[in-house]
């Protein structure tokens, strides 16, 4: 009874929700929609240079990748419906519902790419990353989520400052992320890095 009178006396405005998910889930469900689409059979097979530019690519189209009509994976709707619901969220309930997208295991920089692309597919990634190259206005993109790197092993840990160097360093990722407010989280993992190295490393 408390804590029902507390929700109808302030909201929900004091509780901002995360998100969080593993990388290899996000990769799973961007190899499928590729894979459905025709346009990469086999996404999980490319490099991480073919990932970034195969990435890169797709977040500068306006068009979305799902195929109408087109039957998915329980894991992809699943995943996809996260997504979803939280842009119902936010639109109900206003930016502060949800700030938080948190990607655990990110070991490259197309674990953060990978994010994006799911956040524009559900409508909580809008405009393009790079100016339209026919000339005509294009609408800077602007992201819904702060789209955090969790780098949790020993190896990642100390890859975290380059992948955050070349992630900023790609076309659009530096405006994208001044547009939507300017804020950048990094989590630091210290559960698995200690499995993985000891608490002393």
Same mark, same amino acid.
């Given at each position: ?37 025709? !346009? ?71 674990? !953060? ?56 360093? !790609? ?31």
């Amino acid at each position: 009874a408390p804590l029902m009178r507390a929700v109808q006396v302030f909201g929900f405005h004091l509780a901002t929700l995360d998100l969080r998910q593993s990388s290899d889930q996000h990769e799973a469900v961007v190899a499928e929609l590729l894979a459905t689409a025709r !346009l990469v059979p086999d996404y999980s097979a490319l490099s991480e240079e073919q990932r970034r530019s195969t990435l890169l690519g797709l977040l500068n189209d306006a068009r979305p990748l799902r195929v109408h009509g087109a039957s998915y994976s329980t894991q992809a709707v699943g995943e996809l419906a996260i997504f979803e619901a939280a842009r119902e969220a936010l639109a109900a309930y206003g930016r502060e519902a949800i700030r938080h997208y948190i990607i655990s295991h990110t070991e490259e920089v197309s674990d !953060l790419l990978e994010v994006l692309l799911l956040q524009k597919e559900c409508g909580l990634l809008v405009g393009t990353l790079a100016g339209p190259q026919d000339g005509t206005p294009g609408k800077q993109a602007k992201a819904a989520l702060i789209t955090v790197p969790l780098f949790e092993t020993i190896g990642d840990l100390r890859r975290s400052e380059p992948i955050m160097r070349e992630f900023y360093a !790609l076309p659009g990722i530096h405006a994208l992320v001044a547009a939507s407010g300017g804020e950048q989280d990094v989590m630091l993992g210290y559960s698995d890095s200690n499995k993985d190295g000891g608490f002393f490393t």
